[in-house]
């Protein structure tokens, strides 16, 4: 199938990728001009685990490239996904401006029948606005179908996510979208991880129900972690205890720093404006996000129950990227705690497997970056581990030991024994324990 993409982002590179990868030929269209160069040279603007290997591949074998040009693409493609940034406003509504400039641009371009494919995650009634937006735009009537195919996929796990999804859900009106669509989703779909095509409302609400239980269950046990914290009871065993419950299950259960990305936060906000703007109160959402800003900014006052002042003391990070796996930093929790460092005169020092680029352009000085963990602990008074990257879970601690100047090892995931850390002589705290 011929197939163009609109945006090569994390969602766009990786669904155009892995479309070319079944044999599909794909055009990722994108506005940044750098980004395509890059891509054409083979370049991935982030890391995602296993897609360069893909993008190079199909790159070679031409069943995928990469174009600012989207004139072409849509002439020659049948099925057009829109994949662009749906960032959120001061009010918390989703931004809809880039989805709707695509449209814009599809209607001009229109040849012959098009699906479109609202990818990005959209409120409710988008498909129904994009559909208008082509009616209106277009210089002559050809039939297409607006499809909500919503996107699921884990960054540091996107590739395996879109060969092996859970279920992959359709929203289409008509017959032939849902015919054409389910075709392009058949070799991926298995018994256990169905197609599930339904109306593209109720798969727009889909998107935003699924991130938000899980930004809720990750709320709830969050505030939990300080009942933990003041009664002596420990939230891992307490998350443990919960999930073997088969009602509840043991994932998003994990206490920490709060949930980060370009997803949870925007998307839990966007649902509770949804909810409201259709006059019901979002009390439950609202909560979720409160208690999720709350949790980023209680790390540092656990740290300083350890000193008088931080003022001039060195404190080191590891890990920035707002979860394992992927160079994102969007809404990272790492960024709240260094914003409060920096206003406590710390001085900083971290360290990221993947993240430091996209840290160097966001974080405008007052932290020093260095290429290896131990490097950041060179007379540390602290260590905060902020992310749980694989290679920070079995440390060297003899090593951390004679590195720091002064053991205080903050843990916001609870991936240390307490014990254990405590035997080597540091001063431990973790979160909700
Ligand atoms: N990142 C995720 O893990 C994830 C997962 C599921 C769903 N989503 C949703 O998918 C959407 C895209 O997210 P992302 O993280 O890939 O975004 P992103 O910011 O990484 O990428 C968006 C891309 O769209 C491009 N763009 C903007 N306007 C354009 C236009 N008119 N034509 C062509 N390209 C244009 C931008 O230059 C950028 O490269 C969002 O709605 C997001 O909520 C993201």
Redesign the pocket.
Known sequence: MKIAI?????????TGTCFADLGNQVTC????AE?IKALRKGKI??YEPGLKELVLRNSKEKRLVFT?D?KPAIEKSEVIFI?????SKASGE?NLD??F??AK?ISKHMNDYKIIVD????PVGTAEKVERIIKINHTQEIPFDVVSN??????GA?VKDFQNPDRVVIGADSERAKLIMSNLYKPVSRVSNPIMITQTKTAELI?YAS?AMLATRISFMNELSHLCETTGADIKEVSKGMGLDNRIGSRFLQAGAGYG???FP??VKALAQMLEQHGHQSTIMRAVDYVNERQKKTIVPKLKKFFSSLEGKRIAIWGLSFKPR?S?I?EAPSLVIIDQLKNEYAEITAFDPEAMPEVKHMIKGGVKLVSDAYDALKGADALIVVTEWDQFREPDFELMKKLMRKKVLIDCRNIYDPEKVRAYGFEYAGVGR
């Open positions: 609109f945006g090569t982002g994390y969602v766009g590179l990786v269209v994108d506005i940044d980004k603007p982030f600012t989207g994949c662009v940034g749906t960032p989703a880039y989805v400039a695509v641009e990818k990005s995650t959209v919503p996107e699921f996929l884990r960054e996107a998107k991130n990305g370009s997803c925007k998307d992927t994102d969007r």
